[in-house]
């Protein structure tokens, strides 16, 4: 049975720094998989922050926060993380974990690039991430 579970969040004032997890079981990180992170204020529509392929390794990072955040993954401990810098006052957000597990290199490789809320079959409950003064 596939379970994400996230950790990391909380609350933290503007240019703080914060790390995200995600504790994956059910599939390891060894094959052909992708793995994202969306946001998601209430009222609002959950949006795509960063997308990791498990095979190699390559990532995509939302424009609002390239340069900011990094999504990285560890194969040994079959953990994905979030590593979030210089955090900016805004609405609150719960920051959930998903993972695209259909397993096919070509597909891979577009849903990282794409990295759509629509790609992904399996969700972590979201931490709650709060950047306030």
């Known amino acids: 049975q596939v379970q994400l579970v996230e950790s990391g969040g909380g609350l933290v004032q503007p240019g703080e720094s914060l790390t995200l997890s995600c504790a994956a079981s059910?599939?390891?990180?060894?094959?052909?998989?992708?793995m994202g992170w969306f946001r998601q204020a209430p009222g609002k529509e959950r949006e795509a922050v960063a997308c990791i392929s498990t095979h190699d390794g390559t990532r995509m990072h939302a424009p609002s926060v390239k340069g900011r955040f990094v999504v990285s993954r560890d194969k040994a401990k079959n953990t994905v993380y979030l590593q979030m810098d210089s955090l900016t006052p805004e609405a609150p957000a719960v920051y959930y974990c998903?993972?695209?597990?259909?397993?096919?290199?070509?597909?891979?490789?577009?849903?990282?690039?794409?990295?759509?809320?629509?790609?992904?079959?399996?969700w972590g409950q979201g931490t709650q991430v709060t950047v306030s003064s």
């Open positions: 059910g599939f390891t990180l060894e094959g052909f998989y992708v």
């Open positions: 998903s993972a695209d597990l259909q397993g096919n290199p070509s597909r891979a490789l577009v849903t990282v690039t794409s990295c759509g809320p629509g790609d992904f079959g399996s």
